[in-house]
């Protein structure tokens, strides 16, 4: 026997609380007397159970940040935080940058790094106000562990390489930027917000300590303009949470 | 399923307030990344169509209709790049997309029961069409009027889209041996 149109439009709309009723009064009347009514019923009573009983997931962590970070930028702010920060305010990023460069400098031991690396702050600004020098990130890295969250790039403009840090923690976690070649040094940090991110560098190294959602740039002088490497350790405590290496295929001849 | 102040929020979004945005994204980030979850299986898919969502509707404000329900159109923008999403990765087979559980996370995976990993399974086996209003009545808890609403759709043919789609769930469930 097949059921009626009708009755099978109540039987949905009863599993569904949709049913009027008089409509109800009928189909009860209805199951009363067909037991393949009763049976679909049932049937479809129990696939809405099992579907109204699928648990909602919590989205993955930092998603919320991630949206926002990918959201373009406010118009009279214009570009990337990179553009931005070799773009029109120049003095306002110059000072976050030269600020940042203190700080550096505050950390950084005079034997591992020449008073030269800072001896052309100005040049170094003035360099960066061109944003057509500033090409395709030459690599990047996205991280989506529970602990941070977030992409690092790798640029080049110049005779410098940038790195460009676009991170959100839960906790504080040490970031350790090691390059092996020798010839790159460490030529200053700049920060979209004014505090928050640590710097100190070293000999083929720079560790950054941050938590937080941070926008942030290090700046590695690579004269050379070889091939090279940086390899990233993302650690909380003793515990590394991620790690990654961004390549440089060298500038082109 | 509206709250009474979306209307104030997507007023300052219009106005470029990204606080008001960011309001707009806690509210709607989760039965977003759900309703595409659903679509799709696979959490990494679901983050990424969950962030494209939210970017389509930052750049489509201007062409929000005030007068209509704001669930409605971001759950239709979800569905719709939920299936684009579909189409797009339509070279993976569907044991590739049953075997989607393995990037979820430990707790995820715990709490996902036998039933709720086969009627999952069993979702993923039927048509995209037919999964969004299974997961827009039972998921998102959606009336027929407000499924009508987001699919664009007459609310006669979402009650008979509605009664195909569990038709078809059940077949699968049968089929696998999860309903008798």
């Keep these: 026997m097949t059921i009626e149109q009708k009755y099978i439009d109540w039987i949905n709309a009863d599993i569904d609380g949709e049913i009027g009723q008089a409509d109800k009064v009928k189909l009860d009347a209805f199951l009363e007397e067909s037991a393949e009514g009763r049976a679909m019923h049932a049937d479809l009573t129990r696939i809405g159970q099992s579907l109204d009983a699928v648990e909602q997931l919590q989205p993955p962590p930092f998603l919320r940040q991630r949206i926002m970070n990918s959201l373009p930028q406010e118009q009279n702010k214009g570009g990337n935080f990179l553009q931005t920060l070799l773009a029109n305010p120049v003095l306002r990023y110059a000072a976050s940058f030269v600020a940042g460069a203190f700080l550096a400098m505050s950390v950084v031991g005079s034997n591992t790094i020449s008073e030269a690396t800072f001896d052309n702050m100005g040049s170094l600004v003035g360099t960066m106000t061109d944003p057509a020098s500033l090409g395709p990130a030459a690599d990047s890295i996205e991280i989506t562990s529970n602990e941070i969250a977030g992409t690092v790039s790798l640029r080049s403009t110049g005779s410098m390489l940038v790195l460009d840090f676009d991170l959100v923690s839960g906790g504080e976690v040490e970031i350790v930027a090691n390059y092996t070649d020798r010839s790159i040094w460490f030529n200053g940090f700049a920060q979209l917000e004014s505090s928050g991110t640590s710097v100190s560098a070293e000999a083929g190294r720079v560790k950054l300590q941050m938590q937080g959602k941070r926008r942030y740039a290090v700046f590695l002088q690579n004269n050379s303009g070889r091939q090279t490497q940086i390899d990233l350790k993302f650690m909380s405590g003793n515990e590394l949470l991620h790690e990654s290496t961004l390549n440089y295929e060298g500038a082109a001849e | ?180």
Excluded at chain 2, 18 to 47: C, G, I, T, W
Excluded at chain 2, 114 to 124: C, F, H, P, R, V
Excluded at chain 2, 154 to 170: I, N, T
């Design chain 2, 1 to 180: 399923m509206t709250k009474p102040d979306d209307r104030k929020l997507i007023e300052q979004c219009i106005k470029g307030d990204r606080r008001a945005f960011e309001a707009l994204l806690v509210q709607y980030e989760k039965p977003v990344f759900n309703a595409a979850y659903r679509m799709l299986h696979s959490p990494e898919d679901a983050r990424d169509v969950t962030q494209t969502v939210f970017l389509r509707v930052f750049e489509n404000f201007a062409s929000y209709d005030p007068s209509r329900r704001f669930f409605s159109w971001i759950y239709r923008i979800t569905l719709n790049e939920s299936i684009n999403w579909l189409e797009k990765a339509n070279c993976l087979s569907l044991v590739d997309r049953e075997t989607a559980d393995e990037g979820r996370s430990p707790e995820q995976q715990a709490s996902a029961d036998e039933t709720s990993a086969g009627i999952e399974a069993a979702l993923m086996r039927i048509k995209p069409e037919y999964r969004a209003v299974i997961v827009l009545k039972h998921l998102m808890g959606c009336s027929y009027i407000e499924i009508s609403d987001v699919l664009e759709i007459p609310e006669k043919k979402v009650k008979s889209r509605l009664f195909m789609a569990r038709q078809l769930l059940k077949d699968e469930l049968t089929r696998t041996g999860m309903h008798r």
